[in-house]
């Protein structure tokens, strides 16, 4: 491992997301956001992980054009139900959909993360797997979760930080962090291996 010297001069998360963002500030507080501006079309016959992976690294690389001293986060979450990919809703009525098909039902989802090294050029890579039990839910319930958090631009068309870990009755998980869109525990690894000293 590389011996722990300070942050770089720069660290840059390459996403606009609010979600990533305060998770982030629970590691450091003094990094940049950058629209990576990725094409997320899906590829033919690919995995839910792999998906994931490839997002990832494609947000860290292109979040990176031009950098020369820095560490570039990219992160993509797949969410997965019965080998079937659930994107993000973008609708009130796709949001409903999605719960109504995950009702009394296990839910896998597959957070990737991808840390750039501009100095050296090497990915450090990773793959969370959380598996999420929903409750059985009613038509009244997903209603009323859908109209109070509008969760979406959110795989799975839920935010378990708020109201959404109501509809579950288990996570089982490694890292609590993963599930909100960027696995903590891993990117702390990854940092270090890059010398960053943590905590």
Request: charged share 25%; hydrophobic share 40%.
């Amino acid at each position: 491992m590389i011996p722990a010297r300070p942050m770089p001069v720069r660290l840059v998360l390459g996403s606009t997301s609010r979600y990533r963002a305060e998770l982030l500030r629970r590691l450091c507080a003094d990094f940049e956001q950058c629209a990576p501006g990725t094409d997320e079309t899906p590829l033919p016959h690919e995995t839910a992980p792999a998906r994931a992976l490839r997002l990832a690294i494609a947000k860290a690389d292109a979040a990176a054009e031009g950098l020369r001293d820095a560490l570039v986060i990219g992160s993509d979450q797949v969410a997965e139900l019965d080998g079937l990919i659930l994107d993000k809703p973008g609708t009130p009525e796709r949001a409903r959909a999605q719960l109504k098909a995950s009702s009394g039902r296990e839910v896998q989802f597959h957070t990737a993360l991808c840390l750039l090294d501009t100095r050296d050029g090497r990915r450090h890579t990773h793959v969370d797997h959380t598996r999420v039990r929903f409750r059985h839910l009613d038509s009244a319930e997903i209603a009323r979760y859908v109209e109070r958090e509008q969760p979406l631009d959110c795989a799975g068309s839920f935010k378990c930080e708020g109201l959404g870990i109501s509809l579950f009755e288990a996570i089982d998980n490694h890292d609590p962090s993963a599930l909100i869109g960027l696995p903590l525990i891993a990117l702390a690894r990854l940092l270090r291996e890059c010398g960053v000293a943590l905590p």
